[in-house]
């Protein structure tokens, strides 16, 4: 059974910086791109990051490029999203997916999200 | 960026009915789209890829149709846990990004 167990989520003052974790297990872990989405309260869905199998490729929504940094450990089965300078608009529930065997940039598996408040 | 316009913001039907929900790019995706339902305190979860293929465990009741910009999934017979928000998502170009969803709701 695929699982993505997210971490690290929490309040933080704006400026300040977070690390999300993402364990994976139930699949080959090394064999999949990963990619984190993020939804504010009671609005929709938007993609945040992809990194692929091997960590070579790695992309970023505008809103967060140049303060957000994806990894990803095969060794450990983790994906990791450093976040740093977060703003209020930062707040959000973040989901971290598991790409599609055939169409990566779709996420057919999602974790249950870890919740990030950005607030004075 | 792509926007995707999700029409209508709310369905209200009624078990047993057809569902027929729109997603409108605004440039062509060819067939990179994606549905995804959506419960309250729930994960997204994936129901089409493709524009048309189905997901593995997805219900037949449940297809998709479309490509370039106009893309259409459907509920043949809704049943009652089908009541939930859909999103669709393109992986054409980069921004991926999601439609705004569409909230089919128990009439």
């Known amino acids: 059974e695929v699982q993505l167990l997210e971490s690290g989520g929490g309040l933080v003052q704006p400026g300040g910086s977070l690390r999300l974790s993402c364990a994976a297990s139930g699949f080959t872990f090394n064999s999949y791109a990963m990619s984190w989405v993020r939804q504010a309260p009671g609005k929709g869905l938007e993609w945040v990051s992809f990194?692929?199998?091997?960590?070579?490729?790695?992309y970023y929504a505008d809103s967060v490029k140049g303060r957000f940094t994806i990894s990803r450990d095969n060794s450990k089965n983790t994906v990791y999203l450093q976040m740093n300078s977060l703003r209020a608009e930062d707040t959000a529930l973040y989901y971290c997916t598991k790409g599609h065997s055939s169409a990566y940039y779709m996420f057919d598996y999602w974790g249950q999200g870890t919740l990030v408040t950005v607030s004075s | 960026e792509i926007v995707l316009t999700q029409s209508p913001a709310t369905l209200s039907l009624s078990p047993g009915e057809r569902a027929t929900l729109s997603c409108t790019a605004s440039q062509s995706v060819s067939s990179y789209l994606a549905w995804y339902q959506q419960k309250p305190g729930q994960a997204p979860r994936l129901l089409i890829y493709d524009a048309s293929n189905r997901a593995t465990g997805i219900p037949a009741r449940f297809s998709g149709s479309g490509s370039g910009t106009d893309f259409s999934l459907t509920i043949s017979s809704l049943e009652p846990e089908d009541f939930a928000v859909y999103f669709c998502q393109q992986c054409s170009n980069r921004p991926l990004t999601f439609g705004g969803g569409t909230k089919v709701e128990i009439k």
């Open positions: 990194i692929s199998v091997s960590g070579n490729s790695i």
